[in-house]
């Protein structure tokens, strides 16, 4: 073979040369090449004559179409001509085989083509045997990544590389393959020392892999997005047609394309937008049947029923409002006034803030319908929660929805029910819930009764903020005590007392026999239930501080009515008199609170204030021949067990003056009792009744009937002020009592007393227990005649046995 294994080419032995325009031409690398022009294919046909050698070197610039010896580069390599094939358009194809790498010299010819003087390439290495075999293996790895990942290397390169054991014909062999820029290439084709060039080799190979692996991982992502998002639409369209053959689809289309017009038409704010726009997305790809697709509809329907942004027209005219207040209400003088001063406040400062109202007193006396009518005035829409019971923080703030069958708490609910966003909103009986280990409620109320800390109330199931600054809360309670303190911090708290009988009977005249002859159809029917009847009902079929159960006793006697009118046909007028409540409402329910038949030594009647209103309380006291001891009965709670204690030691403090021995104490027991079920027995105001009823026992002198009283008592014997005296007073007159010794603290309290009952009441105010004496027992303790204490009262055993000693 021609110049094979020369060292140099002799002068004179020229070689033509073909440019390539973009291809470079390794050694052992056979390549079909189009050559089409004129000076190309004289070179060609001159190599053909000759042995077929032909110089391939490439142009410095592919696009150079008549290049001169300056535009192609001096290293190439010296190929021979396997085939040569004349296409039909006058280009000629040609198959050349690269051999060796030659440097041009010089050129010697440039007309009718390039011939050029070549001088050999030394390829002689400055790298060690192991360095170079270090290489050839490094690039044996990279190359088998190279060809796994790039398709355009055909698989069986593996084998034909892996063979080759010289690194010189390995860099150029694997050179050959790369996809490398022109003059990266020709770079490497100029590297004489092969180790140095299969390092080159080795580094763009690298970065070949790399580059090709990242582009592997970017394929393989977008290809599963693809997938992922074809699977979704196929079984999305294998879904609907399932449903179209079960004849579901329509259904669930309108059903979405409802929800989805109603969102769109639904005011509210952004946050819940949003969260509705992606349940209903979800909503879409659920098949419509399954449980959770109700859950999530379920969702967006809560979110589309709440009013958000609904309010109802908002007018405080003070003159209305205490127009409604009074065509609703009988009495309520103060409360009334009160809210109207509320509420011309909230009118001055135009929004809902700072305390709230809390109307405090015994069921039935009008609080909800209070509420309503502030409802009423306002224009507002009218809701009612009781919390009576609720002791689970959930039941206010809603389930979880990861919960099965949650739901929003009490309060969205109701908002819900009110159906705008500016409700009068009643928490009824705030003062009954409780807290377990289910949290606490009192503290979610907090939430939502601070206003000045929240504008925005966060439901567990809707998980969205609902603004509940335009809500006018107003809560009512029994009991102002049991409220939790710092709820009772951020109300404004309006007591209202209970009625009087003759309160009752304007209340059932102007208001419940209307209201009651209107539910049962017999407006207009000429019923009539006369003053007495009313009165009969409110002694004797109730007892209470309210009108709840005078309004039920009514609606029973309408009832009776109404029957009798149907089954008899009867349209004669029905007058319903005191004597024939009898015949409806059956025997008489209560007898009321009677005052004592007689006087009687050791029992005093007391005055007891409840969450029912004001009741009498009796207390017993016996002596009976013992050492000294003090038994209390009738569950007396421990404030007043604390009582009978102070007034047993103020009492034994007066010894010598109520005329009893020294050792008196040492020889008698003293039991104290308190009956009558119905009452809790708590409190601090029957330290004066029973001191009195104590002194009577040990005295001897009997308690007058007629008095009642009510009062703490200090050691030394000073009274002390008490609460509830209005309900106090109401239920003395009840019981016919004619007079009451109250504490001159409470003085100040019987404005709020009614006339009537002060007319009819003798009210005595004591600041001494020796007054309370003075008053209470029949005769004056000083010149008390010795008497033996009576043991008849409570039957004792022991003492019948061995009659108590005499006093002195
Ligand atoms: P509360 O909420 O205090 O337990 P309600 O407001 O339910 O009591 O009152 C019970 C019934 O008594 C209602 O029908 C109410 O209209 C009526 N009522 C109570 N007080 C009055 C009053 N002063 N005037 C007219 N009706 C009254």
């Avoid at 809560?302 to 009495?331: A, C, F, M, Q, S």
């Avoid at 309004?551 to 009867?570: F, H, M, P, Q």
């Avoid at 009441?761 to 020796?770: A, D």
Wanted: proline share 5%.
């Amino acid at each position: 073979m021609l110049f094979r294994n020369e060292k140099s080419r002799s002068r004179g032995n020229l070689v033509p040369v073909l440019p390539l325009r973009d291809i470079i031409v390794f050694p052992h690398m056979v390549v079909p090449l189009f050559v089409g022009r004129e000076k190309s294919i004289a070179a060609l046909e001159e190599a053909m004559n000759n042995e077929k050698d032909i110089f391939l070197a490439a142009q410095k610039n592919a696009k150079t179409n008549n290049p001169g010896v300056d535009d192609i580069y001096r290293v190439g390599t010296l190929g021979q001509i396997l085939q040569l094939l004349r296409l039909p358009d006058g280009m000629v194809k040609v198959l050349v085989e690269g051999r060796q790498r030659y440097r041009i010299a010089d050129f010697a010819t440039q007309d009718p083509f390039f011939t050029a003087e070549l001088e050999a390439v030394h390829e002689t290495t400055s790298r060690s045997q192991s360095e170079i075999e270090a290489i050839v293996r490094s690039v044996n790895g990279s190359f088998e990544s190279y060809v796994k990942l790039n398709k355009k290397v055909p698989p069986e390169m593996l084998v034909s590389v892996s063979a080759i054991d010289d690194p010189g014909r390995l860099a150029d062999t694997v050179a050959a393959h790369l996809e490398l820029k022109l003059e990266d290439k020709q770079a490497l084709l100029e590297v004489a020392d092969p180790g140095e060039r299969l390092e080159e080799v080795f580094r763009y190979l690298q970065g070949e892999v790399e580059i090709l692996e990242i582009e592997k991982r970017i394929r393989g992502r977008v290809k599963k997005q693809m997938e992922r998002t074809q699977r979704e639409y196929y079984l999305n369209e294998q879904m609907r047609a399932i449903q179209k053959e079960l004849g579901q689809a329509d259904e669930s289309k309108n059903e979405l394309s409802e929800l989805e017009d109603r969102l769109k038409k639904k005011d509210m704010p952004k946050e819940a937008r949003d969260k509705a726009q992606k349940e209903l997305k979800k909503l879409r790809m659920m098949s419509p049947m399954s449980a959770e697709a109700t859950v999530v509809r379920n969702y967006i329907d809560w979110i589309l029923d709440l009013p958000w942004n609904e309010k109802t027209p908002e007018k405080i005219e003070i003159d209305d409002v205490e127009r409604i207040l009074d065509e609703d209400h009988y009495g309520l003088e103060k409360p009334k006034q009160r809210i109207t001063e509320y509420l011309a406040v909230l009118k001055l400062v135009e929004r809902i803030q700072g305390p709230v109202l809390c109307l405090v007193g015994p069921p039935g006396v009008g609080k909800t319908s209070l509420a309503k009518s502030i409802a009423r005035a306002l224009g507002r829409n009218f809701v009612r929660v009781s919390l009576g019971g609720v002791r689970d923080e959930a039941e206010i703030r809603g389930h979880r929805r990861t919960y099965i069958g949650a739901l929003p708490g009490k309060v969205i609910q109701s908002v819900k029910k009110a159906g705008s966003s500016n409700p009068v909103f009643l928490l009824d009986e705030i003062d009954k819930m409780s807290s377990d280990f289910r949290g606490d409620p009192a503290s979610a109320m907090l939430e939502v009764l601070d206003p000045e800390q929240n504008a925005n109330f966060n439901d567990h199931y809707l998980d969205l903020d609902y603004n509940i600054s335009d809500v006018m809360f107003i809560t009512t309670a029994n009991n102002l005590y049991q409220i939790p303190g710092p709820l009772r911090d951020r109300m404004e708290v309006i007591r209202i007392e209970g009625y009087t009988e003759l309160e009752k009977l304007n209340i059932a005249k102007r208001h419940l026999v209307p209201k009651v002859l209107k539910n049962h159809g017999l407006e207009g029917k000429s019923v009539n239930i006369s003053d007495s009847a009313i009165l009969e009902v409110v002694r004797h079929y109730t007892r209470e501080s309210g009108v709840r159960n005078l309004e039920r006793e009514l609606a029973g006697i309408c009832r009776k009515i109404a029957r009798d009118i149907v089954k008899s046909n009867r349209t004669r007028a029905v007058r319903v008199t005191g004597n024939a409540v009898e015949k409806y409402l059956g025997p008489i329910k209560f007898r009321t609170d009677k005052a004592a038949e007689k006087d009687v030594v050791g029992v005093t009647q007391g005055l007891a204030w409840t969450e029912f209103g004001g009741d009498m309380l009796l207390i017993e006291v016996s002596v009976t021949s013992g050492k000294g001891k003090l038994t209390l009965t009738g569950k007396l709670g421990e404030v007043m067990q604390e009582s009978a204690q102070a007034a047993m030691s103020y009492v034994r403090s007066l010894s010598a003056q109520l005329g009893l021995h020294a050792d008196y104490f040492q020889n008698h027991d003293l039991h104290v009792h308190v009956p009558e079920g119905a009452i809790p027995k708590d409190g601090p105001s029957a330290g004066i009744t029973l001191a009195t009823a104590i002194t009577s026992a040990l005295t001897g002198i009997p308690v007058k009937r007629s008095v009642a009283m009510t009062g703490e008592i200090t050691l030394r014997g000073r009274v002390l002020p008490i609460g509830g005296l209005k309900e106090k007073l109401l239920a003395a007159h009840r019981a016919g009592i004619t007079e009451v010794l109250i504490p001159k603290d409470n003085e100040k309290d019987l404005r709020d007393v009614p006339q009537v009952v002060k007319d009819e009441l003798q009210v005595t105010i004591v600041e001494e227990m020796e007054e309370v004496l003075r008053h209470a027992l029949v005769r004056p303790v000083g010149n008390a005649k010795p008497e033996t204490p009576t043991p008849t009262e409570v039957p004792d055993v022991e003492a019948s046995q061995q009659p108590a000693p005499p006093f002195n």
